[in-house]
Protein backbone atom coordinates (compact mmCIF):
# COMPACT_ATOMS: atom_id res chain seq x y z
CA UNK A 1 0.00 0.00 0.00
CA UNK A 2 1.46 3.32 -0.56
CA UNK A 3 0.28 5.63 1.69
CA UNK A 4 -0.76 9.34 0.39
CA UNK A 5 -2.05 11.32 3.79
CA UNK A 6 0.36 12.23 6.49
CA UNK A 7 -1.14 14.09 9.30
CA UNK A 8 0.02 14.94 12.93
CA UNK A 9 -1.58 13.76 15.96
CA UNK A 10 -2.60 17.55 17.07
CA UNK A 11 -0.85 16.93 20.19
CA UNK A 12 2.21 17.19 17.98
CA UNK A 13 1.16 20.16 16.70
CA UNK A 14 4.49 23.05 17.15
CA UNK A 15 4.12 24.88 20.26
CA UNK A 16 6.52 27.24 18.77
CA UNK A 17 7.54 29.56 15.56
CA UNK A 18 10.53 29.67 14.13
CA UNK A 19 12.30 32.66 13.82
CA UNK A 20 15.11 32.93 11.50
CA UNK A 21 16.43 36.45 12.40
CA UNK A 22 19.17 34.94 15.44
CA UNK A 23 20.26 32.48 12.22
CA UNK A 24 20.85 35.04 9.51
CA UNK A 25 24.60 35.04 8.26
CA UNK A 26 24.10 38.92 8.01
CA UNK A 27 21.45 40.80 9.91
CA UNK A 28 18.49 42.33 7.92
CA UNK A 29 18.98 46.06 7.25
CA UNK A 30 16.82 48.19 9.53
CA UNK A 31 13.89 49.51 8.63
CA UNK A 32 13.04 53.47 8.38
CA UNK A 33 10.84 55.61 9.48
CA UNK A 34 9.10 57.28 6.46
CA UNK A 35 9.54 60.79 7.46
CA UNK A 36 13.32 61.15 9.34
CA UNK A 37 14.51 58.44 7.18
CA UNK A 38 16.13 57.23 9.99
CA UNK A 39 16.26 53.33 11.99
CA UNK A 40 12.69 52.67 13.78
CA UNK A 41 12.44 52.08 17.45
CA UNK A 42 9.85 49.83 18.66
CA UNK A 43 7.52 52.98 19.78
CA UNK A 44 7.66 54.61 16.01
CA UNK A 45 5.28 50.89 15.23
CA UNK A 46 2.97 51.72 18.19
CA UNK A 47 0.59 53.22 16.51
CA UNK A 48 -0.04 50.66 14.45
CA UNK A 49 0.39 47.12 15.88
CA UNK A 50 0.51 45.73 19.62
CA UNK A 51 3.60 45.84 21.50
CA UNK A 52 4.26 41.73 21.76
CA UNK A 53 3.89 41.75 17.54
CA UNK A 54 6.51 44.68 17.58
CA UNK A 55 8.44 42.54 20.19
CA UNK A 56 8.34 39.54 17.59
CA UNK A 57 8.98 41.75 14.29
CA UNK A 58 12.40 42.70 15.82
CA UNK A 59 13.04 39.13 18.20
CA UNK A 60 16.48 37.87 18.54
CA UNK A 61 14.66 34.24 20.30
CA UNK A 62 14.77 31.65 17.98
CA UNK A 63 11.79 29.67 19.26
CA UNK A 64 8.62 31.91 20.15
CA UNK A 65 6.12 30.00 22.42
CA UNK A 66 2.63 30.02 20.86
CA UNK A 67 0.41 30.95 23.85
CA UNK A 68 -2.15 28.06 24.15
CA UNK A 69 -5.15 29.61 23.59
CA UNK A 70 -3.97 30.03 19.79
CA UNK A 71 -3.11 27.02 19.65
CA UNK A 72 -6.61 25.53 20.49
CA UNK A 73 -7.91 27.98 17.89
CA UNK A 74 -5.34 26.57 15.64
CA UNK A 75 -6.80 23.05 16.16
CA UNK A 76 -10.09 23.98 13.70
CA UNK A 77 -7.79 23.41 11.20
CA UNK A 78 -4.36 22.02 12.38
CA UNK A 79 -2.14 20.10 11.52
CA UNK A 80 -3.09 20.24 8.00
CA UNK A 81 -2.25 17.48 5.71
CA UNK A 82 1.06 16.75 3.96
CA UNK A 83 0.07 14.95 0.51
CA UNK A 84 2.36 12.30 -1.53
CA UNK A 85 1.33 12.94 -5.10
CA UNK A 86 1.29 9.33 -6.33
CA UNK A 87 -1.24 10.12 -9.08
CA UNK A 88 0.63 13.28 -10.59
CA UNK A 89 3.47 11.82 -10.66
CA UNK A 90 2.15 8.75 -12.56
CA UNK A 91 1.13 11.10 -14.94
CA UNK A 92 4.39 12.78 -15.55
CA UNK A 93 5.92 9.21 -15.88
CA UNK A 94 8.51 11.07 -13.68
CA UNK A 95 10.92 9.33 -11.02
CA UNK A 96 10.92 12.51 -8.43
CA UNK A 97 8.28 12.23 -5.52
CA UNK A 98 6.73 15.04 -5.29
CA UNK A 99 4.95 15.94 -2.15
CA UNK A 100 2.45 18.90 -1.09
CA UNK A 101 1.49 20.34 2.06
CA UNK A 102 -1.91 21.58 1.62
CA UNK A 103 -3.29 25.24 3.48
CA UNK A 104 -7.01 25.08 1.59
CA UNK A 105 -8.51 23.56 4.43
CA UNK A 106 -8.66 26.35 6.57
CA UNK A 107 -11.93 28.07 6.98
CA UNK A 108 -11.20 31.18 4.87
CA UNK A 109 -9.47 28.55 2.49
CA UNK A 110 -5.70 29.35 2.58
CA UNK A 111 -2.56 29.77 4.78
CA UNK A 112 -3.68 33.51 5.96
CA UNK A 113 -5.45 32.66 9.03
CA UNK A 114 -2.23 31.28 10.17
CA UNK A 115 -1.56 35.00 11.05
CA UNK A 116 -4.43 36.68 11.16
CA UNK A 117 -5.59 34.44 13.90
CA UNK A 118 -2.44 35.17 15.53
CA UNK A 119 -2.31 38.92 14.96
CA UNK A 120 -6.03 39.69 16.39
CA UNK A 121 -5.17 37.65 19.62
CA UNK A 122 -2.12 39.83 20.60
CA UNK A 123 -4.62 42.90 19.49
CA UNK A 124 -7.51 41.36 21.42
CA UNK A 125 -4.72 41.16 24.50
CA UNK A 126 -3.69 44.58 24.43
CA UNK A 127 -7.10 46.15 24.52
CA UNK A 128 -7.28 46.37 20.82
CA UNK A 129 -11.62 46.99 19.80
CA UNK A 130 -10.60 47.35 15.92
CA UNK A 131 -8.46 46.41 13.14
CA UNK A 132 -8.06 47.77 9.56
CA UNK A 133 -6.50 46.23 6.36
CA UNK A 134 -6.49 45.97 3.01
CA UNK A 135 -7.42 43.13 0.47
CA UNK A 136 -6.97 42.91 -3.31
CA UNK A 137 -8.98 39.92 -3.86
CA UNK A 138 -9.95 39.17 -0.67
CA UNK A 139 -7.80 36.37 0.77
CA UNK A 140 -6.30 38.22 3.50
CA UNK A 141 -9.91 40.47 4.06
CA UNK A 142 -11.59 37.00 4.59
CA UNK A 143 -9.24 35.71 6.58
CA UNK A 144 -8.84 38.69 8.95
CA UNK A 145 -12.68 38.99 8.89
CA UNK A 146 -12.60 35.17 10.41
CA UNK A 147 -9.87 35.78 13.14
CA UNK A 148 -12.04 38.89 13.90
CA UNK A 149 -15.25 36.73 14.42
CA UNK A 150 -13.31 34.15 17.05
CA UNK A 151 -12.06 37.29 19.16
CA UNK A 152 -15.10 39.72 18.89
CA UNK A 153 -13.06 42.25 17.18
CA UNK A 154 -14.54 45.25 14.91
CA UNK A 155 -12.51 44.61 11.33
CA UNK A 156 -12.32 46.67 8.46
CA UNK A 157 -10.96 46.25 5.19
CA UNK A 158 -10.48 48.13 2.26
CA UNK A 159 -11.11 46.28 -0.65
CA UNK A 160 -8.83 47.03 -4.05
CA UNK A 161 -12.24 48.71 -6.07
CA UNK A 162 -12.05 47.15 -9.15
CA UNK A 163 -11.47 43.27 -7.11
CA UNK A 164 -14.23 44.64 -5.13
CA UNK A 165 -16.79 44.83 -7.85
CA UNK A 166 -15.44 41.89 -9.75
CA UNK A 167 -15.47 39.29 -6.94
CA UNK A 168 -17.95 39.32 -4.27
CA UNK A 169 -17.80 36.27 -3.37
CA UNK A 170 -15.26 37.55 -0.83
CA UNK A 171 -16.73 40.38 0.21
CA UNK A 172 -19.78 38.41 0.97
CA UNK A 173 -17.64 35.86 3.11
CA UNK A 174 -15.94 38.86 4.96
CA UNK A 175 -19.60 40.20 5.57
CA UNK A 176 -20.65 36.39 6.95
CA UNK A 177 -17.89 36.30 9.21
CA UNK A 178 -18.58 40.05 10.65
CA UNK A 179 -16.12 42.39 8.56
CA UNK A 180 -16.80 45.45 7.05
CA UNK A 181 -15.67 45.55 3.35
CA UNK A 182 -15.87 48.80 1.63
CA UNK A 183 -14.75 49.52 -2.28
CA UNK A 184 -10.59 51.41 -2.24
CA UNK A 185 -10.34 54.60 -2.91
CA UNK A 186 -13.05 55.28 -0.45
CA UNK A 187 -14.73 58.39 0.79
CA UNK A 188 -13.63 57.50 4.38
CA UNK A 189 -9.84 58.32 4.39
CA UNK A 190 -8.54 61.53 3.59
CA UNK A 191 -5.70 59.44 0.88
CA UNK A 192 -8.82 58.01 -0.72
CA UNK A 193 -10.89 61.26 -1.25
CA UNK A 194 -7.77 62.96 -2.95
CA UNK A 195 -7.69 60.35 -4.97
CA UNK A 196 -11.38 60.43 -6.25
CA UNK A 197 -11.09 63.95 -6.09
CA UNK A 198 -8.41 63.17 -9.30
CA UNK A 199 -9.84 60.40 -10.88
CA UNK A 200 -13.33 59.42 -9.90
CA UNK A 201 -13.15 56.09 -11.81
CA UNK A 202 -9.59 54.71 -9.76
CA UNK A 203 -9.66 51.25 -10.09
CA UNK A 204 -7.96 50.95 -6.95
CA UNK A 205 -4.26 48.93 -5.83
CA UNK A 206 -3.38 46.89 -3.04
CA UNK A 207 -0.45 50.27 -1.94
CA UNK A 208 -3.50 52.49 -2.38
CA UNK A 209 -5.99 50.21 0.10
CA UNK A 210 -2.81 49.99 2.64
CA UNK A 211 -2.84 54.04 2.69
CA UNK A 212 -6.21 54.13 3.24
CA UNK A 213 -5.99 51.66 5.84
CA UNK A 214 -2.97 52.83 7.34
CA UNK A 215 -4.46 56.36 7.31
CA UNK A 216 -7.71 55.03 9.60
CA UNK A 217 -5.69 53.15 11.66
CA UNK A 218 -3.43 55.88 12.92
CA UNK A 219 -6.28 58.13 13.65
CA UNK A 220 -8.49 56.50 16.23
CA UNK A 221 -6.94 55.48 19.22
CA UNK A 222 -9.17 51.57 19.87
CA UNK A 223 -7.81 50.68 15.98
CA UNK A 224 -5.03 49.29 14.80
CA UNK A 225 -3.31 48.12 11.22
CA UNK A 226 -3.13 44.32 10.36
CA UNK A 227 -0.43 43.14 7.49
CA UNK A 228 -1.09 40.02 5.69
CA UNK A 229 2.72 39.53 4.68
CA UNK A 230 5.88 40.50 4.03
CA UNK A 231 6.85 41.84 7.54
CA UNK A 232 9.06 39.31 9.74
CA UNK A 233 5.85 38.52 11.97
CA UNK A 234 3.66 37.10 9.68
CA UNK A 235 6.50 34.91 8.15
CA UNK A 236 7.20 34.18 11.70
CA UNK A 237 3.70 32.77 12.24
CA UNK A 238 3.78 31.07 8.69
CA UNK A 239 6.82 28.68 10.02
CA UNK A 240 4.36 26.67 11.55
CA UNK A 241 3.50 25.09 8.14
CA UNK A 242 7.55 24.01 8.13
CA UNK A 243 7.51 22.53 11.70
CA UNK A 244 4.75 20.71 10.70
CA UNK A 245 5.76 19.47 7.36
CA UNK A 246 9.33 18.76 8.71
CA UNK A 247 8.15 16.42 11.39
CA UNK A 248 6.19 14.70 8.94
CA UNK A 249 9.30 14.22 6.49
CA UNK A 250 10.70 12.88 9.20
CA UNK A 251 8.68 10.21 10.59
CA UNK A 252 8.09 8.98 6.71
CA UNK A 253 12.42 9.44 6.31
CA UNK A 254 12.17 11.51 3.46
CA UNK A 255 13.96 14.92 3.43
CA UNK A 256 13.12 17.77 0.17
CA UNK A 257 15.58 18.23 -2.21
CA UNK A 258 13.85 21.09 -3.48
CA UNK A 259 11.17 23.32 -1.88
CA UNK A 260 8.28 25.39 -4.64
CA UNK A 261 6.34 28.08 -2.97
CA UNK A 262 4.54 30.50 -4.98
CA UNK A 263 5.67 34.40 -3.52
CA UNK A 264 3.38 37.60 -3.30
CA UNK A 265 4.77 39.19 -0.31
CA UNK A 266 6.33 36.19 0.43
CA UNK A 267 4.74 34.36 3.52
CA UNK A 268 3.59 31.05 2.89
CA UNK A 269 6.39 30.35 1.03
CA UNK A 270 8.81 31.36 4.05
CA UNK A 271 6.29 29.53 6.23
CA UNK A 272 7.17 26.50 4.02
CA UNK A 273 11.29 26.63 3.79
CA UNK A 274 12.47 28.80 6.81
CA UNK A 275 12.20 25.50 8.96
CA UNK A 276 14.30 23.33 6.22
CA UNK A 277 16.17 26.44 5.39
CA UNK A 278 17.86 26.26 9.37
CA UNK A 279 19.63 23.16 8.28
CA UNK A 280 20.92 24.10 5.17
CA UNK A 281 22.45 27.39 7.10
CA UNK A 282 23.73 24.71 9.65
CA UNK A 283 25.53 22.84 7.09
CA UNK A 284 23.38 19.30 7.51
CA UNK A 285 21.35 19.82 3.86
CA UNK A 286 24.36 22.39 2.15
CA UNK A 287 22.16 21.66 -1.62
CA UNK A 288 18.57 22.20 -0.44
CA UNK A 289 16.75 24.06 -3.39
CA UNK A 290 14.70 26.61 -2.48
CA UNK A 291 12.49 28.20 -5.36
CA UNK A 292 10.58 31.25 -4.81
CA UNK A 293 8.13 31.65 -8.29
CA UNK A 294 6.27 34.55 -9.24
CA UNK A 295 4.22 35.80 -11.76
CA UNK A 296 6.28 37.72 -15.18
CA UNK A 297 3.53 40.36 -15.11
CA UNK A 298 4.71 41.48 -10.81
CA UNK A 299 8.37 40.04 -11.33
CA UNK A 300 9.40 41.50 -7.66
CA UNK A 301 11.99 39.49 -7.30
CA UNK A 302 13.55 38.29 -10.85
CA UNK A 303 13.42 41.74 -11.84
CA UNK A 304 12.57 44.41 -9.34
CA UNK A 305 15.15 46.66 -7.77
CA UNK A 306 16.73 45.99 -4.49
CA UNK A 307 16.08 49.09 -2.39
CA UNK A 308 14.27 51.30 0.39
CA UNK A 309 10.80 51.66 -0.96
CA UNK A 310 7.26 52.60 0.99
CA UNK A 311 4.86 49.12 1.52
CA UNK A 312 1.79 51.78 -0.03
CA UNK A 313 1.41 54.08 -2.48
CA UNK A 314 1.01 57.07 -0.33
CA UNK A 315 4.14 56.59 1.20
CA UNK A 316 2.71 56.53 5.22
CA UNK A 317 4.41 53.36 5.87
CA UNK A 318 8.25 52.55 7.27
CA UNK A 319 10.48 52.10 4.73
CA UNK A 320 11.37 48.74 4.06
CA UNK A 321 14.52 47.38 2.19
CA UNK A 322 13.58 45.01 -0.51
CA UNK A 323 13.01 44.05 -3.60
CA UNK A 324 10.23 46.13 -5.20
CA UNK A 325 8.85 47.15 -8.86
CA UNK A 326 7.91 51.00 -6.93
CA UNK A 327 5.28 51.65 -4.73
CA UNK A 328 3.46 53.18 -7.69
CA UNK A 329 3.34 49.90 -9.32
CA UNK A 330 -0.26 49.24 -10.99
CA UNK A 331 -0.39 45.54 -11.94
CA UNK A 332 -1.44 44.76 -15.76
CA UNK A 333 -5.32 44.32 -15.98
CA UNK A 334 -4.76 41.09 -18.02
CA UNK A 335 -3.27 39.53 -14.98
CA UNK A 336 -5.83 36.98 -13.30
CA UNK A 337 -3.47 34.95 -11.16
CA UNK A 338 -2.99 36.96 -7.89
CA UNK A 339 0.60 37.74 -6.28
CA UNK A 340 0.54 41.72 -7.31
CA UNK A 341 2.45 43.28 -4.14
CA UNK A 342 4.88 45.38 -5.35
CA UNK A 343 7.60 44.83 -2.72
CA UNK A 344 8.61 41.83 -1.03
CA UNK A 345 9.08 40.62 2.52
CA UNK A 346 12.46 41.89 3.52
CA UNK A 347 13.23 38.21 5.43
CA UNK A 348 13.11 36.71 1.63
CA UNK A 349 14.91 39.42 0.06
CA UNK A 350 17.81 38.94 2.15
CA UNK A 351 18.03 35.18 1.48
CA UNK A 352 17.93 35.76 -1.90
CA UNK A 353 20.34 38.31 -2.31
CA UNK A 354 22.74 36.35 -0.48
CA UNK A 355 22.31 33.79 -2.70
CA UNK A 356 20.28 31.14 -0.32
CA UNK A 357 17.23 30.96 -2.38
CA UNK A 358 16.16 31.14 -5.90
CA UNK A 359 13.97 32.88 -7.43
CA UNK A 360 11.91 32.54 -11.15
CA UNK A 361 8.96 34.09 -13.20
CA UNK A 362 6.63 32.33 -14.90
CA UNK A 363 3.68 33.16 -17.40
CA UNK A 364 0.40 32.82 -16.09
CA UNK A 365 -0.78 30.33 -18.96
CA UNK A 366 1.42 28.05 -17.93
CA UNK A 367 0.14 28.35 -14.84
CA UNK A 368 -3.47 27.77 -15.30
CA UNK A 369 -2.17 24.49 -17.50
CA UNK A 370 -0.55 23.65 -14.68
CA UNK A 371 -3.57 23.88 -12.20
CA UNK A 372 -5.66 21.79 -14.03
CA UNK A 373 -3.27 19.10 -15.07
CA UNK A 374 -3.03 19.07 -11.01
CA UNK A 375 -6.81 18.99 -10.76
CA UNK A 376 -7.06 16.19 -12.71
CA UNK A 377 -4.77 14.21 -10.90
CA UNK A 378 -5.03 15.54 -7.67
CA UNK A 379 -8.39 16.43 -7.53
CA UNK A 380 -7.41 19.62 -5.39
CA UNK A 381 -8.35 22.68 -7.75
CA UNK A 382 -5.86 25.44 -6.12
CA UNK A 383 -5.97 28.93 -6.10
CA UNK A 384 -4.29 30.85 -9.00
CA UNK A 385 -1.63 31.75 -6.64
CA UNK A 386 -0.82 28.39 -5.97
CA UNK A 387 -0.67 26.81 -9.34
CA UNK A 388 2.96 29.11 -10.02
CA UNK A 389 4.26 26.92 -7.86
CA UNK A 390 2.85 24.05 -9.19
CA UNK A 391 3.99 24.67 -12.63
CA UNK A 392 8.05 24.86 -11.50
CA UNK A 393 7.10 21.94 -9.35
CA UNK A 394 5.96 20.11 -12.53
CA UNK A 395 8.93 21.42 -14.36
CA UNK A 396 11.51 20.13 -11.76
CA UNK A 397 9.37 16.58 -12.26
CA UNK A 398 9.92 16.56 -16.22
CA UNK A 399 13.63 17.77 -15.58
CA UNK A 400 14.19 14.61 -13.51
CA UNK A 401 12.26 12.42 -15.67
CA UNK A 402 15.01 13.48 -18.38
CA UNK A 403 18.07 12.99 -15.98
CA UNK A 404 16.61 9.95 -14.11
CA UNK A 405 17.06 11.54 -11.18
CA UNK A 406 14.89 10.46 -8.11
CA UNK A 407 14.50 13.90 -6.37
CA UNK A 408 12.38 14.63 -3.71
CA UNK A 409 10.10 18.16 -4.42
CA UNK A 410 7.74 19.54 -1.87
CA UNK A 411 5.54 21.75 -2.64
CA UNK A 412 3.59 24.46 -0.71
CA UNK A 413 -0.32 24.30 -1.49
CA UNK A 414 -1.22 27.86 -0.06
CA UNK A 415 -4.78 27.34 -0.63
CA UNK A 416 -7.60 26.42 -2.85
CA UNK A 417 -9.35 28.04 -5.92
CA UNK A 418 -13.04 27.59 -5.17
CA UNK A 419 -13.28 31.38 -4.66
CA UNK A 420 -11.23 32.40 -8.29
CA UNK A 421 -13.96 29.87 -10.73
CA UNK A 422 -14.01 33.28 -12.95
CA UNK A 423 -10.03 33.08 -13.31
CA UNK A 424 -10.15 29.89 -14.28
CA UNK A 425 -13.10 30.50 -16.42
CA UNK A 426 -10.89 33.10 -18.34
CA UNK A 427 -8.35 30.65 -18.81
CA UNK A 428 -10.70 28.01 -20.03
CA UNK A 429 -12.40 30.34 -22.67
CA UNK A 430 -9.17 31.45 -24.20
CA UNK A 431 -9.72 34.99 -22.72
CA UNK A 432 -6.12 35.25 -20.92
CA UNK A 433 -2.52 36.06 -22.08
CA UNK A 434 0.25 36.04 -20.81
CA UNK A 435 2.43 39.17 -20.66
CA UNK A 436 5.64 40.73 -19.07
CA UNK A 437 6.11 43.65 -17.13
CA UNK A 438 8.43 45.82 -18.90
CA UNK A 439 11.86 46.77 -18.19
CA UNK A 440 11.45 50.50 -18.89
CA UNK A 441 8.44 50.58 -16.33
CA UNK A 442 10.70 49.26 -13.45
CA UNK A 443 13.23 51.77 -14.65
CA UNK A 444 10.96 54.58 -14.54
CA UNK A 445 9.74 53.17 -11.04
CA UNK A 446 13.68 54.27 -9.74
CA UNK A 447 12.99 57.94 -10.31
CA UNK A 448 9.88 57.81 -7.46
CA UNK A 449 12.08 55.51 -4.43
CA UNK A 450 12.46 57.45 -1.56
CA UNK A 451 16.06 56.99 -1.47
CA UNK A 452 16.96 57.70 -5.04
CA UNK A 453 17.16 53.77 -5.10
CA UNK A 454 19.70 53.12 -1.65
C1 LIG B 1 -2.30 35.69 -0.34
C2 LIG B 1 -1.99 34.43 -0.99
C3 LIG B 1 -0.71 34.17 -1.54
C4 LIG B 1 0.39 35.19 -1.59
O1 LIG B 1 0.82 35.71 -0.36
P1 LIG B 1 2.18 35.29 0.32
O2 LIG B 1 2.33 36.21 1.48
O3 LIG B 1 3.29 35.46 -0.69
O4 LIG B 1 2.04 33.89 0.74
C5 LIG B 1 -0.47 32.93 -2.10
N1 LIG B 1 -1.42 31.99 -2.13
C6 LIG B 1 -2.66 32.19 -1.61
C7 LIG B 1 -3.68 31.09 -1.68
C8 LIG B 1 -2.97 33.41 -1.02
O5 LIG B 1 -4.18 33.61 -0.51
Not at 170 to 184: A, K, L, Y
Amino acid sequence: MEQTKYILEEKRMPTHWYNVLPDLPDPLPPPLHPGTKQPLGPEDLAPLFPMELIRQEMSSERYIEIPEELQDIFRLWRPTVLYRAHRLEKALDTPAKIYYKYEGTSPPGSHKPNTAVAQAYYNKKEGIKRITTETGAGQWGSALSFAGALFGLEIKVYMVKCSFYQKPYRRIMMETWGGNCVPSPSEETAVGRKILAEDPDCPGSLGLAISEAVEDAVSRDDTHYSLGSVLNHVLLHQTIIGQETKTLMEDIGDYPDIIIGCVGGGSNAAGLYLPFLKDKLDGKKPDLRIINVEPTSCPTLTKGLYAYDYGDEAGMTPLLKMFTLGHEFMPPPVHAGGLRYHGMAPIVTHLHKLGLVEATAVHQLGTFEAGLQFARNEGIICAPETDHAVRVAIDEALKCKESGETKTILIGLSGHGHVDMAAYDAYLSGKLEDYEYPEEKIRAALKHLPLNGK
